[in-house]
């Protein structure tokens, strides 16, 4: 255990470099993303703290409830490349842990031919990387799960390996398995105050402080006030969702195992699982249908705009799962203007990286994890991040167009 330093000693420490408790690396935040970075610096050896400001599994941020989709699909060959390497990511942490987080049930893509969302450039990419699937119709689709309610102006790509990631008990499996391999994880710590005192870096938490070689900002929803520290802004949008857990009329149509997670590839975008962690009902919701908010003021009461527009798509689609609605959850995206991630050092600080998983990054919080400590620890990775750098022209302007579907 490091003791940190006292608070009234801060000035005489960034002065005179007093001798106090060092890490190589501290990480801000422990969502799944900080949480994915302490697990794999403490996996590499490195002396790390992590730094959370409200309880650890808290519901204010974007980690918390059951499932996560976790899917190979993607738009880009360089987004299909990371989802593979965030397989293996996982499985590492699984054989680390001792407990299974992944869980395929295969994924489908689907949407009229003419939808928003075009599924050629998905096949495309996972062509490209040479990911497994199937271009179905819309009669394969409902012959092969019948509760879809569809015409035959819909089709669809069907991913094996897709499936979904156990959220909140992957988190905790991280953060667990990083104070396994000597982490130190506090929760209740805000950062409030972050200094370079000549290339080292001094962060104030609470009452403490303490001193580190590296720092990694996961703060997802929290970025600018973060970035805010070394002078920066870019543009960012916070947005309250929300997950519905319908009580299936039919719950064998969607049992886990042969049932799959799917997205409506359309504008609007909804997506589901099968039955998974609540038990007896079906999570069905509206991808990106939620207003803008501070996540400090934020309420957590339902939107009943987005419960209309699911309950209607339901009804219409999924008749099946048409019942009452038994939870609902509410949940923040952090978005950058193109949706992409940022995973990056900060051009004037090399001692700093940064992750923000812009509201479709759980899948890749072990992978992310991994990075961010290759980053902090060596200087370099070997996974592509040329797409996701915090200097991209799209974070330089001050009204940047919003694509926000995936
Ligand atoms: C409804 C919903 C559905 C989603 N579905 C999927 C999906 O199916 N598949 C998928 O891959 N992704 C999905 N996502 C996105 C995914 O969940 C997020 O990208 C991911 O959880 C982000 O993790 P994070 O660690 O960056 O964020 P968070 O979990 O919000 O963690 C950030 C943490 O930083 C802490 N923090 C901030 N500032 C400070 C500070 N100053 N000091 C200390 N701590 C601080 C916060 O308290 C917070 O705990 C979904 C998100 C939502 C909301």
Not at 27 to 56: D, I, M, N, P, T
Not at 101 to 124: C, E, M, R, W
Not at 144 to 156: A, F, K, N
Request: aromatic share 10%; glycine share 10%; net charge negative.
């Amino acid at each position: 255990m490091c003791h940190p330093e006292p608070f009234d000693s801060l000035r005489s420490l960034r002065t005179s470099g007093v001798e106090g408790c060092e890490f190589d690396a501290i990480v801000v935040g422990l969502g799944a993303l900080g949480s994915g970075a302490a697990y794999w610096l403490a996996k590499r050896g490195a002396r790390v703290l992590g730094l959370e400001q409200f309880e650890f599994g808290h519901a204010r941020g974007s980690s918390h409830d059951w499932s996560r989709i976790i899917r190979k699909s993607y738009f880009t060959p360089a987004y299909v490349r990371l989802a593979k390497e965030a397989y293996a990511a996982w499985y590492a942490l699984e054989a680390d842990a001792g407990e299974q987080v992944v869980y395929k049930t295969g994924g489908l893509d689907l949407g009229p031919y003419d939808g928003a969302i075009s599924l050629a450039a998905y096949a495309d990419s996972m062509r490209t990387c040479g990911v497994d699937f199937e271009e179905l119709d819309a009669r394969e689709i409902r012959k092969r799960w019948p509760v879809w309610q569809i015409g035959d102006d819909v089709h669809g790509l069907f991913q094996p390996d897709s499936g979904i990631v156990a959220a909140e008990r992957a988190t905790a499996a991280l953060r667990r398995t990083a104070i396994a391999l000597g982490a130190e994880l506090r929760d209740r710590a805000p950062v409030t105050a972050i200094d370079t005192n000549g290339g080292e870096i001094v962060v104030e938490a609470g009452a403490e402080r303490y001193r580190a070689k590296k720092l990694i900002l996961a703060g997802a929803s929290w970025t600018p006030q973060l970035l805010g520290h070394f002078g920066m802004r870019i543009p960012f949008e916070v947005t309250k969702e929300q997950v519905m857990y319908f009580k299936a009329r039919d719950l064998d149509g969607f049992a886990f195992g042969s049932f799959p997670i799917w997205i409506w590839m359309d504008d609007p975008s909804f997506y589901g699982f099968p039955v998974f962690g609540e038990a007896g009902a079906v999570k069905i919701t509206q991808d990106c249908g939620g207003k803008p908010v501070d996540p400090d003021t934020r309420d957590f009461e339902e939107d009943r705009e987005i419960t209309a527009r699911v309950t209607e798509f339901v009804g219409r689609r999924l008749p099946a799962a048409d019942g009452p609605v038994v939870r609902l959850k509410t949940c923040l995206y952090a978005l950058t203007p193109d949706r992409d991630f940022i995973i990056d050092t900060l051009p004037e600080f090399p001692n700093v990286s940064i992750a923000v998983g812009g509201g479709h990054g759980f899948k890749f919080a072990s992978v992310i994890g991994r990075i961010l400590s290759d980053l902090a620890l060596d200087g370099r990775t070997d996974s592509d991040l040329s797409a996701l750098t915090i200097g991209r022209p799209i974070l330089q302007m001050s009204d940047p167009p919003k694509t926000y579907m995936l």
